[in-house]
């Protein structure tokens, strides 16, 4: 398809004349059938509502078709209605628009749904299993239009996918306002997303999915990596500097936890990553995200024993379950140094977890077909799974939870995965690493797209951002030098690692304050020509006060608020009117819907006044609502953090909390 032809395509919205049927592409991964849900009457109401996106003129034809959809695949998709051009980020001038921030967002909503990018690309799946930018293709269409229509003075409104409309709004307002799933708390189980989003009236936007800001797995092999290094640092004795040849075991090499591979090449180890879906664990390796493939346990643990004794950095991908890798390693009393596991455990009834002793397709099948027992043969692959990750750790192994619901499923699998004291056996990745040493001093997943697509443009922002953080460690405070050394190291190797997948995009930790002045120098580069066009900024989700997640993001708040959800609520109205280009909120993420309330941002940077403007007063907000909050719960990196960003911004005052030794509370008790 020619530009013309996908600029009229776009603008067209919902076509005058019905397009053909397109074939079952079965080249695609695609989602699994989900359960039959509805009750009949809840079908009919589920196909009334695909219907109201289309003249009356369609409806004898559309019905029994999406009936049809309904029934094989557990959804109504509107495969007819998904677009015959390619599906990638261009460059920003590419699309039609009146406003450029709207192209921007055009062009994030396109790099989401990129075949190189996306999980289940015709279903509009972005990661995770359920991970959704749209419901249908109609939803994606208008959409498109709306953008391509919008000027600066509106708002588009997206309610779990669905465009309710453009609204009047101002230059300084949020060109659009993202909700996913938000439904009432009571009717918030998983099973309360499957009949909604059967009935085409919610959806599960994850963390980056739902609000157009996924850069591909590039987004968490950063956070990969920083969790990897410091793990594996715990495992070095007295004398000990090296943490070459260690082994790193985990599993998960669907959407964004192909990073795992990647981050142990860049930490240094030897890992293994189980994978039971050969297309994705193929699509990982051609891409370059894993070195090898093995399909036989004969084979890999005998390759990846060597390598631990040459101390070479290598990545595995075992193609199959991960519980026989598991009790394989358990058997032969191989020595593992650090485990974890990335399986989509946020769903695991519906595609993020496979049990042992089925096949791919027979898990599919049974998930569909008889829920009751999948679920059945879940948990129990589920307690066979911490039983030889158990006899492990008693060996010496560091397992982490990595944030995908794994301790919270498997204790209501009834594994042997709690304490006496209700505690989980094994700590978050952010109760021991992420938590105390990133998030509570401000460092998060910073990033960046540029809008131009060049690489040269991304050359550019890298050597900008190592310029930046280089001139902040001059005068840090000793507990942040870490994290900046680890930042400065990644950031000048990023372009070594090949990590562009789709978009020409970067991610970074950094705190507020190195936040800020890279966007400042991104913002001064593009008005002086440095940079060709717009960089869009935005973070993951999984940061310092997006996410209210107390199995994830907020499990080191021990002061009972981790369950209470103020933070991600505060923190997108609160970028909302200090400069946000879109701002989105959602029930969902990595952990679960029901299990945590997360918010994230889009900002368009244009060299322009206001976006300096803009820079400044959000970036600012954006982070240190949450340490402040970190504060209040008395976590100490946290305290040193505000205090010291009271002292260098006027018109900032947090309410601190008082310390009271326990000797006075324990004579109380």
Not at 464 to 486: F, H, M, S, Y
Not at 644 to 664: A, S
Request: proline residues 5%; aromatic residues 10%; hydrophobic residues 40%.
């Amino acid at each position: 398809m020619n530009k013309d032809a996908f600029i009229a395509d776009i603008r067209a919205g919902i076509p005058e004349i019905l397009p053909e049927p397109q074939a079952y592409d079965t080249t695609i991964n695609h989602a699994p059938k989900r359960k039959d849900i509805l009750t009949p009457e809840e079908k009919k109401l589920a196909l009334r509502n695909a219907l109201r996106y289309f003249p009356k003129k369609f409806h004898a034809v559309l019905a029994p078709e999406f009936a049809e959809e309904l029934r094989l695949y557990g959804r109504i998709y509107m495969y007819r209605f998904r677009p015959t051009y390619e599906m990638y980020a261009r460059p920003i001038d590419e699309y039609p628009h009146q406003s450029r921030q709207a192209a921007a967002i055009m062009m994030m909503i396109q790099n989401n749904l990129d075949k190189a990018v996306a999980q289940h690309p015709h279903e509009l799946i972005t990661y995770g299993g359920n991970g959704a930018v749209f419901q249908n293709w109609a939803q994606y269409r208008l959409t498109m239009k709306y953008l391509s229509d919008m000027t600066d003075e509106q708002t588009l409104v997206m309610y779990s996918g669905h465009p309710l409309g453009l609204f009047p709004s101002h230059r300084n307002a949020p060109r659009v306002v993202v909700t996913n799933g938000m439904v009432i708390p009571n009717y918030s189980k998983p099973d309360d997303w499957e009949r909604y989003n059967a009935l085409g009236v919610s959806q599960y936007g994850q963390m980056t999915a739902g609000s157009y800001m996924y850069i591909g797995p590039q987004g968490i092999v950063h956070g990969t990596t920083i969790t990897v290094l410091n793990a594996a640092r715990k495992r070095l004795k007295a004398g000990e500097t090296s943490i070459k040849g260690m082994l790193f075991v985990t599993s998960g090499l669907g959407g964004m936890s192909g990073a795992q591979p990647k981050a142990g090449n860049i930490a240094g180890v030897v890992s293994i990553t189980a994978e039971i879906n050969p297309l994705a664990a193929r699509k990982r390796y051609d891409q370059g995200w894993v070195d090898e493939l093995h399909t036989s346990l004969d084979e890999l643990i005998p390759a990846a024993l060597k390598a631990v004794e040459e101390k070479r950095t290598v990545s595995m991908a075992y193609v199959g379950n991960v519980v026989d890798l598991w009790e394989r390693l358990a058997e032969e009393n191989i020595r593992v140094d650090l485990g974890s596991d990335q399986t989509s455990l946020h769903n695991p009834w519906a595609g993020g977890y496979y049990p042992v002793g089925l096949t791919l397709e027979e898990s599919k099948r049974m998930m569909a077909e008889e829920p009751a027992l999948f679920k059945e043969k879940v948990q129990e692959s589920l307690r066979r799974q911490v039983a030889a990750i158990n006899r492990l750790t008693a060996r010496g192994m560091y397992f982490f939870d990595y944030g995908n619901a794994f301790l919270l499923e498997s204790s209501r699998a009834g594994a042997a995965i709690v304490k006496d004291d209700g505690t989980f056996l094994y700590p978050s990745y952010v109760q021991d690493i992420m938590g105390p040493m990133f998030f509570d001093y401000g460092f998060g997943p910073f990033r960046w797209v540029c809008s131009s697509g060049d690489p040269k443009d991304l050359e550019v922002t890298d050597r900008l951002a190592t310029e930046v953080l280089e001139e902040i460690r001059k005068t840090a405070t000793p507990d942040i030098i870490g994290q900046l050394d680890d930042n400065i190291h990644w950031i000048k190797e990023a372009g070594k690692n090949h990590l562009v997948v789709g978009s020409q995009a970067r991610i970074l930790y950094a705190d507020s304050e190195g936040r800020t002045k890279i966007a400042l120098a991104f913002n001064e580069a593009i008005r002086k020509g440095e940079i060709s066009r717009p960089v869009v900024l935005g973070r993951d989700h999984h940061d310092v006060s997006g996410t209210d997640s107390p199995f994830r993001e907020t499990s080191n708040i021990y002061d009972g608020s981790q369950f209470c959800a103020d933070m991600a609520i505060q923190n997108v109205i609160g970028d909302s009117f200090r400069g946000a280009t879109w701002v989105s909120i959602h029930n969902g993420g990595g952990v679960g819907w029901g299990e945590v309330i997360n918010g994230g941002f889009g900002m368009v940077v244009d060299g322009s006044e206001d976006a300096e403007r803009h820079i400044r007063q959000m970036l600012l907000w954006d982070v240190n609502n949450g340490i402040a909050r970190r504060s209040w719960a008395r976590n100490t990196g946290s305290m040193d953090a505000i205090r010291r960003e009271m002292e260098r911004t006027p018109n900032l005052c947090v309410t601190l909390p008082n310390l009271v030794d326990d000797e006075v509370i324990d004579t109380i008790f």
